[in-house]
């Protein structure tokens, strides 16, 4: 069976730069409201310290070093989480761009010509169960469209779309 760490060719992972600090406060806020709860005796506070907790673990993966978390290869796009996408299942790869809080954020939009677990050469759906509540690089908006948040990855938007868009049109054997 392939795995993710099987896979040769265009990778990106998520930005080391400016993404660190918030999920340290979080974990740093957490562990301050958890002790405070277990020194004063106040079970409450150690509960609600919880929550940040949670949300730290949740972004976990975007402090995880030299992993890929998208790509694309000679046999399709490979996502974290979902698995190896044929090219000739992917019917378009667009950019898509929101405006969010006064910003600018871009998705990448890849339209299937039949369903994900048709379009899967390899299917990595399933994880451990700690892995489940952890964040994906991805997202599904219907049963043929993965959309894909590029602000986070640690590639320029453009560069990434024009990457794909090349090797799907080199690879697909259409």
């Given amino acids: ?24 406060a979080m974990t740093a806020f957490a562990v301050a409201l958890i002790a405070a709860g277990i020194v004063k005796g106040v079970p409450i506070l ?41 090219w000739r299942a992917v019917d378009s790869i667009e950019t898509l761009e929101l405006i969010e809080r006064g910003g600018t954020v871009h998705d990448l939009v890849i339209n299937l010509k039949q369903p994900i677990p048709d379009a899967l050469l390899a299917d990595w759906r399933s994880r451990p169960l700690l892995r489940r509540a952890m964040r994906l690089p991805w997202h599904l908006e219907s049963k043929t469209e993965i959309r894909i948040p590029l ?24």
């Fill in 46 to 86: 150690a509960i609600v310290g919880l929550l940040p907790a949670a949300v730290a673990f949740h972004h976990l993966p975007l402090i995880e070093r030299d992993k890929p978390r998208i790509g694309s290869g000679q046999y399709g796009l490979f996502i974290e989480g979902l698995g190896l996408v044929s």
């Fill in 1 to 24: 069976m392939v795995s993710d760490n099987d896979i040769v060719g265009y990778t990106i992972g998520y930005d080391q730069e400016d993404i660190h600090f918030p999920i340290y």
């Fill in 151 to 174: 602000d986070v990855l640690d590639k320029p938007a453009g560069e990434i779309k024009d990457n794909f868009v090349r090797m799907w049109r080199f690879n697909r054997g259409v």
